[in-house]
């Protein structure tokens, strides 16, 4: 295991409805860094966090998680998705949202042993919200509920975390928080790919960055890769054509 | 009213037969349709529990023609496969084509229950010998229940409750976070499936007692009452249930009273009748408490205009031993009619004026609390200013409004992220704590 990378990816093409988002993206992922990835809006940012998690039928390619496919990786894996993917008003209390990320610690029919009990409050605790977890989650603030996310992959003891724009719509302190909580992350060893925002500070955030537009444009240590030209590469017109390519194969194909 | 007495007891005493069977119907139903429509609630899709509904009709026509006899079991196993068709199709049309949900549904739902009308209606016109009754299910008849379909709806109800329970879990997470039980492997498109199953077996067993063009209401309203009562998801079940078969037990009493009017709209009269006053009297959601809080907080923004006021008067005198009349009181600031008297009583009985005959004057405790309104408002100008960058003149009333809203917890991140400023932006000087002593020397 320590010899393969946490995430392997394989010349992977992903389509929405025909309509290609990721083109031949081949990459392997170092082993306890904070990445960030960042490209522009529409991107396939997102698109590449669930395809690698196996949630979209890929056209081409294959990932590997240490070497072996994702189905049989999953435990190692802890899931951040985007705030705004869920009705924050849903009758559950903040320590319920916690408690799910240990689900995948148990069997299929039965319920959480006071271990996973145990683990979900550590978890919350850690993040700063011991206080909070009898409250509704439509109570918190929008940190507070960015938080109450990163508690609960947290809970789910994984080594590698993917992050769907966790610092999106934060306030100062929030931010603050899961920066030390990156670092943290990384000081136990952690693998963390993170989609990222905001330019300004992503040589603050990120040891590593992969650039993404539709395809791979660059990977490689935050130092090296996150240059004006290479950013140039990523956010350029340059792409139009590939764009154009897609939307014309979309109309052909479509029903 | 002495029939009405008799009628109400030979009801609760459950002695009739026919009476035991009708109520053991609509509250297994109303039970089943509550518990499970929870979820759909929860998953925003309430109208398709509708469009599944409509989409049973063709169902029992065509169980109906195939068997060429009246049996619960069969009809209720076509409605469900056609409801299941319904479904898929509502499915298929968003998924493959540019239509939104709310066209596939009004297509579905309008298609199918055509389609139903249609068959209905060929079997009325063609001499079926066992016919009569399947109209019941387009609008429902409880008394048409026989002990067997009683049986069956008591038993998929028992399915549907085991299901839900060893469920739960996974249930919860897959309409809470799909993306996240997808990323712990969980195949969310079976569970939602599943779910699906479960509804369109709610609203089978309910055809016949509340009839395809109601049922989606005894889905949705427990609900979406249970709601407003509750924050958790246990609970909100548990309440949904109870309303779905509470409102059963009551649709079948008054449909008892006055026969000439069918059982299942008068559930449905009665379960909307919960909804109604759970959305006017449920604590913290309810519009009556809503309500009450508004004129709490319009009561506190008079009373904390009169203390400022005053405050203010004591600070350019150098005290605040004088008395105040009751008129000069009423032209700081434009109350309503009865306003001030009631604000006046309340700052009495607070301890924070001193009355004598109609005349007024703060008291210690009073002092105080006028000092921290205008505390509050004058470090709220300053926060504005500073990291608004507002002109001068747009402060005031905003710190107007927020003087009354300002929490001890925000009053000390304000002090301190201002670093304790000394004046607000029209040069007056920001009260701290320090007046409280000298208040109470001049008070004594």
């Known amino acids: 295991m320590a010899s393969s990378p946490p995430i392997e990816v394989h010349d992977l093409t992903v389509a929405y409805r025909q309509k290609p988002v990721l083109w031949n993206v081949d990459f392997s992922l170092p082993e306890g860094e904070l990445i960030g990835l960042v490209g522009p809006n529409g991107a396939g940012k997102s698109t590449l966090l669930k395809a690698i998690m196996g949630f979209l039928p890929l056209l081409s390619g294959y990932v590997r998680v240490y070497g072996k496919p994702f189905e049989q990786q999953r435990q190692f894996i802890g899931y951040v998705p985007q705030r705004e993917s869920v009705d924050w008003d849903f009758p559950v209390s903040v320590l319920d949202v916690v408690n799910m990320g240990r689900f995948g610690h148990l069997p299929l029919i039965g319920g959480l042993k006071r271990t996973d009990k145990e683990r979900a409050r550590a ?50 302190r929030t931010e603050r928080a899961i920066v030390d909580l990156l670092k943290q992350l990384k000081a136990d060893g952690k693998t963390v790919l993170a989609v990222h925002h905001d330019l300004h500070t992503v040589q603050e955030y990120f040891d590593w960055v992969m650039l993404l537009n539709l395809r791979l444009v660059r990977l490689g240590p935050t130092t090296e890769i996150f240059t004006e030209e290479n950013l140039r590469v990523t956010y350029g017109g340059k792409l139009a054509i590939l764009a154009e390519a897609a939307e014309s194969l979309t109309r052909r194909t479509e029903v | ?133 399947l109209a019941h299910f387009i609008f429902g008849k409880a008394a048409a229940m026989s002990p067997g379909d009683v049986t069956a709806i008591g038993v998929i109800t028992l399915l549907l409750a085991v299901t839900l329970m060893v469920g739960f879990r996974h249930f919860k997470l897959v309409v809470f976070d799909p993306g996240f039980a997808a990323s712990l492997g969980l195949p969310i498109r079976i569970w939602q499936f599943a779910l699906t199953t479960l509804v369109v077996m709610a609203v089978t067993i309910g055809l016949q007692a509340v009839g395809v063009v109601l049922i989606a209401a005894l889905l949705i309203t427990p609900a979406a009452a249970a709601r407003q009562w509750t924050d958790r998801l246990a609970p909100m079940i548990g309440l949904a249930t109870a309303f779905g078969s509470l409102s059963g037990l009551l649709g079948a009493y008054i449909s008892f009273l006055a026969p000439a009017l069918p059982t299942g709209p008068w559930v449905v009269v009665v379960v909307s009748s919960i909804f109604a006053v759970s959305l006017l009297l449920a604590p913290n959601r309810g519009i009556v408490w809503r309500l009450l809080e508004f004129w709490g907080h319009r009561r506190k923004v008079s009373r904390d205009h009169i203390l400022k006021a005053l405050y203010r008067h004591g600070m350019d005198r150098g005290n605040w031993t004088d008395y105040y009349p009751r008129r000069a009181i009423a032209e700081l600031w434009s109350f309503r009619p009865g306003e001030l008297r009631s604000a006046l009583g309340q700052l009495v009985a607070n301890g924070s004026l001193e009355r004598s005959g109609d005349m007024f004057r703060l008291t210690s405790a009073g002092i105080a609390s006028g000092e921290r309104i205008t505390r509050l408002h004058r470090l709220w100008e300053v926060y504005l200013s500073r990291y608004l960058d507002l002109p001068s003149d747009h402060l005031h009333r905003d710190a107007e409004a927020m003087e009354h809203v300002i929490s001890p917890e925000l009053e000390a991140q304000l002090t301190d992220l201002l670093e304790h400023p000394t004046h607000d932006p029209h040069a007056q000087p920001i009260p701290y704590e320090r007046a409280k002593g000298e208040a109470k020397d001049q008070a004594s």
């Open chain 1, 123 to 172: 978890a919350l605790d850690q993040v700063g919200l011991a206080d909070l977890a009898g409250r509704q989650i439509s109570q918190l603030s929008g940190g507070q509920q960015q938080r109450v996310f990163l508690a609960r992959a947290l809970a789910q003891d994984a080594t590698i975390y993917l992050m769907d724009e966790p610092f999106a719509g934060v306030d100062a």
């Open chain 2, 1 to 133: 009213m002495v029939e009405w007495w008799d009628l109400t007891y030979r009801f609760f005493s459950f002695s009739d037969a026919a009476v035991r069977l009708v109520v053991a119907g609509t509250m297994l139903l109303g039970a089943a349709a509550g518990g499970l429509g929870t979820f759909v609630y929860l998953q925003k899709r309430s109208l398709v529990g509708d469009a599944l509904a409509h989409a049973a009709l063709p169902g029992v026509g065509l169980a109906f023609l195939i068997l060429g006899e009246k049996q619960f079991l069969p009809l209720v196993v076509g409605a469900a496969v056609t409801a299941w068709l319904g479904g898929l199709a509502v499915d298929a049309v968003t998924r493959y084509t540019r239509l939104k949900l709310d066209a596939a549904l009004g297509m579905v739902l309008s298609v199918f229950f055509g389609f139903g009308i249609l068959i209905l209606t060929h079997i009325q016109k063609g001499g079926y010998a066992d016919q009569s009754g």
